[in-house]
């Protein structure tokens, strides 16, 4: 055999089990987007008025590094024609007056497991919540300081029978960094497909932060001193169901900003890749199937760009792939285009273009997130704080 020859062969085994790998993938995206397809966010409604008897609480948690962002969004919340109670949860180092109800977490506060950065600022508003008094009839949205619920989520949040839930991502400020906004449109494709299965069904294997509605005496009762440097939203959301109680999907969207610069999206899919690695045990402790799906989107989720990558290669090493595999490859590589247009269309018609012609460069931008995070780990006893707007 040839040293052409083998390199084929070597290729030929590396592609064939890539395409396979991300078949599976192919194929669940696209039935869950035409199983959910009937959700439309501007036609959710309720047909009854809101519990009386029921309190629901915004919970905006900061960092202080985006003060004018989380009291914009504060702003936004009190305009709603809902009773709600807005509180933020912040550093005592961060001086800022919030237009909201502050929870100012003392600078010598620890908790029994060490927990860090947000997790223990949750730990410590979720105890000082229940001190107040706040329990089983209050329900709590959690938001980021950049997250906004709209208005129609929260009334949802009045009505809803289960003891936690979680809506839907869409964009806000798309744009301002043209690769991270298109690369984040992944992020409403992954959510409309799968966290509106998993939370439908009552077992959220996707959970993130934004949005995230609990029972106040559930979240007490769980707390967020996990002792891991993050992933508090997955295990949050896993815990809720291990402990017994329901989780359900709220059928309207929350609000993100994506990150406005390279260097923040990096680091941004790094502080979520590595936390997820670093708390396999705690995961699996909980739920194995839900590690073993998140490892298996992570590491092949960005494989469907491969058809374009094997044109490539073909053409230089003149050589083509069986033909039932060639059929999958073009299979993958439609469904690949597809999903990442499904979120464009859910954010804006004007980034169609933009993503018909950087596809391929969003996908080798999104793809590198995870070999600069195995190359690149951020140090455990750091955050990495990233700009919003």
Same mark, same amino acid.
């Given at each position: 055999?040839?040293?052409?020859?083998?390199?084929?062969?070597?290729?030929?085994?590396?592609?064939?089990?890539?395409?396979?790998?991300?078949?599976?993938?192919?194929?669940?995206?696209?039935?869950?987007?035409?199983?959910?397809?009937?959700?439309?966010?501007?036609?959710?409604?309720?047909?009854?008025?809101?519990?009386?008897?029921?309190?629901?609480?915004?919970?905006?948690?900061?960092?202080?590094?985006?003060?004018?962002?989380?009291?914009?969004?504060?702003?936004?919340?009190?305009?709603?024609?809902?009773?709600?109670?807005? %509180?933020?949860?912040?550093?005592?180092?961060?001086?800022?007056?919030?237009?909201?109800?502050?929870?100012?977490?003392?600078?010598?506060?620890?908790?029994?497991?060490?927990?860090?950065?947000?997790?223990?600022?949750?730990?410590?508003?979720?105890?000082?919540?229940?001190?107040?008094?706040?329990?089983?009839?209050?329900?709590?949205?959690?938001?980021?300081?950049?997250?906004?619920?709209?208005?129609?989520?929260?009334?949802?949040? =009045?009505?809803?029978?289960?003891?936690?839930?979680?809506?839907?991502?869409?964009?806000?400020?798309?744009?301002?960094?043209?690769?991270?906004?298109?690369?984040?449109?992944?992020?409403?494709?992954?959510?409309?497909?799968?966290?509106? =299965?998993?939370?439908?069904?009552?077992?959220?294997?996707?959970?993130?932060?934004?949005?995230?509605?609990?029972?106040?005496?559930?979240?007490?009762?769980?707390?967020?001193?996990?002792?891991?440097?993050?992933?508090?939203?997955?295990?949050?959301?896993?815990?809720?169901?291990?402990?017994?109680?329901?989780?359900?999907?709220?059928?309207?969207?929350?609000?993100?900003?994506?990150?406005?610069?390279?260097?923040? =999206?990096?680091?941004?899919?790094?502080?979520?890749?590595?936390?997820?690695?670093?708390?396999?045990?705690?995961?699996?402790?909980?739920?194995?199937?839900?590690?073993?799906?998140?490892?298996?989107?992570?590491?092949?989720?960005?494989?469907?760009?491969?058809?374009?990558?094997?044109?490539?290669?073909?053409?230089? %090493?003149?050589?083509?792939?069986?033909?039932?595999?060639?059929?999958?490859?073009?299979?993958?590589?439609?469904?690949?285009?597809?999903?990442?247009?499904?979120?464009?269309?859910?954010?804006?018609?004007?980034?169609?273009?933009?993503?018909?012609?950087?596809?391929?460069?969003?996908?080798?931008?999104?793809?590198?997130?995870?070999?600069?995070?195995?190359?690149?780990?951020?140090?455990?006893?750091? %955050?990495?704080?990233?700009?919003?707007?």
């Amino acid at each position: 055999m040839s040293n052409m020859q083998l390199v084929q062969s070597i290729i030929s085994i590396i592609a064939i089990a890539l395409v396979l790998l991300y078949f599976p993938i192919a194929i669940i995206q696209n039935w869950l987007l035409f199983r959910n397809r009937k959700v439309s966010d501007e036609k959710c409604s309720h047909d009854q008025d809101p519990e009386n008897s029921r309190r629901v609480i915004c919970v905006l948690t900061t960092n202080g590094k985006n003060p004018l962002v989380a009291d914009h969004i504060l702003s936004v919340l009190k305009t709603y024609n809902l009773k709600l109670e807005l %509180f933020v949860i912040k550093e005592e180092a961060d001086h800022f007056k919030y237009s909201a109800t502050e929870i100012t977490v003392p600078a010598r506060y620890s908790t029994p497991n060490n927990t860090r950065n947000k997790m223990r600022a949750l730990q410590y508003g979720i105890e000082w919540l229940h001190e107040k008094g706040y329990g089983i009839e209050t329900y709590i949205c959690h938001l980021d300081d950049d997250s906004l619920a709209p208005e129609e989520y929260l009334a949802h949040v =009045f009505v809803m029978k289960e003891a936690a839930g979680q809506g839907h991502i869409r964009l806000r400020k798309a744009g301002v960094h043209m690769l991270s906004t298109l690369a984040d449109m992944v992020r409403v494709s992954n959510c409309d497909s799968f966290c509106h =299965f998993f939370n439908s069904i009552g077992r959220p294997k996707s959970v993130h932060g934004e949005g995230l509605v609990i029972r106040a005496d559930v979240e007490y009762s769980i707390g967020w001193d996990f002792g891991t440097f993050g992933c508090d939203d997955l295990i949050m959301g896993q815990l809720v169901v291990k402990k017994g109680h329901d989780f359900g999907f709220i059928p309207h969207p929350v609000f993100i900003a994506p990150p406005v610069s390279a260097r923040d =999206f990096y680091k941004q899919r790094r502080r979520w890749i590595m936390s997820i690695l670093w708390a396999n045990k705690k995961i699996r402790e909980i739920d194995p199937l839900a590690m073993d799906w998140f490892l298996y989107r992570y590491a092949v989720g960005w494989t469907g760009i491969l058809g374009v990558i094997m044109f490539g290669l073909g053409i230089v %090493f003149g050589f083509t792939l069986p033909w039932p595999v060639e059929v999958v490859l073009g299979f993958n590589l439609l469904s690949y285009f597809l999903f990442y247009q499904y979120g464009t269309l859910k954010t804006s018609k004007k980034f169609i273009l933009p993503m018909a012609l950087l596809q391929v460069p969003v996908a080798i931008y999104e793809g590198g997130t995870l070999i600069y995070s195995l190359l690149y780990p951020p140090k455990k006893d750091t %955050f990495d704080v990233i700009t919003k707007v």
